[in-house]
RNA sequence: GGUCCCAUCGUCUAGCGGUUAGGACGCCGGCCUCUCACGUCGGUAACGCGGGUUCGAUUCCCGCUGGGACCA
């Protein structure tokens, strides 16, 4: 068997979105699974509404989740003459042939076509043999002659057996009467001077494979085997759009997911190995098998994507992850983040078991890296209430005497004072959480502390006392 | 409207004629506990409908219904 070649073909006319990163996904699996190749190509043949732009933001996005291919890019714009020789080539042969019908004319084809009931919607009017043929010296369009009688075929390698009567395909147009090539004249031509073996793409294009299958036919090829992935859906089960999250994949960068989890998320959406959830690219290099592909569509779930993230971000360790989020930090938010590497270890490994991005992590360390605090009111008023001021006093004032300033020692203090007081460690904690860090949610407060340190704690200790006092007191 | 595709918990899925229909996310509850989270234990929840085929259908076949894609 000739080694596996696939492709993934976007048109730069958008960015990528999660189904194309999902379809390029699968691509690049099967290829590597079976030590195949996998060819990048720019479908950017409509000029009109091709942008460099997302050329280069299909190629980010490419780079960032690792889809790294092994030819290309190819661009379409530059293979002119390749299109124009197998024109050339099949009008020689007579399996296509000039079509001089305007676009009223067709108009009119169709319309009768319809009243009559006929399926086609072009008459074949200008086809040898069938219609009275092209006007002399007019521009022409050149079409297929497809088959009167029969069907086209293809085992599609996820949905089965595909068949289209022949008589539900019209003699579609290969090249316009301005000599440009058509998206169906030009996607076979290239995947078979690609030797593409395998045509990996999404559900769509469907329909465009018995004319592709075709003109391989025309030509003299042999048409590469098929598959056609189901679309990606929206939480409505409607197509994905803005309303459903991420236009682009880049933005899941700019949130903060690992594409190594975004990848695994996207690889088990629509495909899946027993009951395994969570795969390293090895794996999913190995255990990849197009016919284990799931043949209907499926709904893009952002909460599931969040906890794939989150398993890979717990599972960096916290001087790796401290490292993600200075990158992070540094790209998305064009900031340093306070304190030495050793510290922001420390920081980040109070806070990961509660964070499934490295934004909500970022966003979570706010008390941490930034010396003003922001308040939560319902928790500065359930919490620092007149009777907490006396405990808060107490605990200050063993802790400025504490030598050192660490979990433990800090631990050991607080249930001092509260035993003390005779009172439990909650009503201790709790306060001291809303003076530390301004909510009522954080992580174990003996670690926050220490994390922040000596000098803020005490200073938002006393700012937190002085909140009780002053509620106490209206006027 | 025509053609094509699809159909198991809310969602992602396992199942490939005989199962108490399994797992994961989410959700709910217990435990842990200074709060939240993590972890852990448990719970909720599905074979769209109707015909066949078969001793037996979630599974095979045919309709229907419902989604979707493409073309018009």
């Known amino acids: 068997m000739p080694p596996m070649r696939t492709r993934f073909a976007p048109s730069p006319t958008g960015a990528l979105h999660v189904g194309g990163v999902r379809t390029a996904l699968f691509c690049q699996l099967m290829a590597r699974h079976s030590e195949g190749s996998f060819v990048l190509r720019i479908e950017d043949t409509d000029r009109k509404r091709s942008e460099e732009r997302f050329t280069e933001g299909i190629l980010e996005s490419m780079r960032w989740l690792a889809l790294d291919w092994d030819e290309g890019p190819h661009f379409q714009s530059q293979r002119t003459p390749l299109y124009r020789d197998a024109i050339e080539k099949l009008v020689a042969s007579g399996a296509a042939y000039r079509c001089t019908c305007t676009a009223e004319e067709l108009q009119t084809h169709r319309e009768a076509a319809k009243a009559a009931g006929t399926r086609i919607s072009y008459s074949r009017h200008c086809r040898p043999g069938v219609g009275p043929g092209p006007v002399e010296g007019k521009p022409a369009s050149l079409r297929i002659a497809v088959p009167l009688e029969g069907e086209v075929v293809f085992y599609d390698e996820i949905k089965g057996r595909i068949g289209f009567a022949v008589e539900e395909i019209e003699d579609f147009v290969i090249a316009r009467s301005d000599g440009s090539p058509t998206y169906q004249l030009v996607v076979a031509v290239d995947d078979a001077d690609m030797a593409i073996t395998h045509v990996v793409r999404g559900d769509d294009h469907v329909n465009n494979t018995p004319k592709q299958i075709l003109i391989y036919r025309a030509l003299g090829l042999e048409p590469p085997k098929f ?249």
């Open 227 to 475: 598959a056609h992935l189901p679309m990606v859906l929206g939480a409505d089960k409607g197509r994905l759009s803005k309303r459903h999250g991420a236009a682009s994949v880049l933005e899941y960068r700019e949130l903060g997911y690992y594409p190594d989890a975004l990848v695994n998320f996207l690889a088990r959406l629509g495909w899946s190995h027993g009951d395994q959830e969570l795969f390293t690219r090895a794996e999913l290099v190995e255990k990849f098998a197009i016919d284990d592909v799931n043949p209907s569509a499926g709904v893009f779930n952002a909460e599931k994507l969040d906890w794939v993230n989150a398993q890979y971000l717990r599972a960096r360790t916290p001087e790796e992850l401290a490292g993600d989020l200075r990158e992070f930090a540094r790209r998305e938010e064009n900031r340093e983040l306070r304190g030495d590497e050793a510290w922001q270890s420390r920081m980040v490994e109070t806070l990961r078991e509660r964070a499934s991005t490295l934004k909500g992590l970022l966003d979570s360390a706010r008390y941490y890296l930034d010396e003003d605090l922001i308040f939560e009111e319902a928790a500065v008023k359930k919490l620092l209430v007149p009777e907490a001021a006396p405990l808060l006093d107490a605990l200050i004032a063993r802790l400025e005497a504490l030598p050192t300033w660490d979990a433990p020692g800090l631990e050991e203090t607080f249930r001092a004072v509260a035993e003390e007081r005779d009172q439990k460690l909650g009503k201790l904690a709790q306060p001291v959480r809303v003076a530390v860090t301004g909510g009522k949610q954080s992580p174990g407060i003996f670690d926050v502390l220490e994390v922040i340190g000596r000098d803020w704690s005490l200073a938002r200790l006393r700012t937190g006392v002085e909140m009780c006092g002053a509620r106490s007191d209206p006027g």
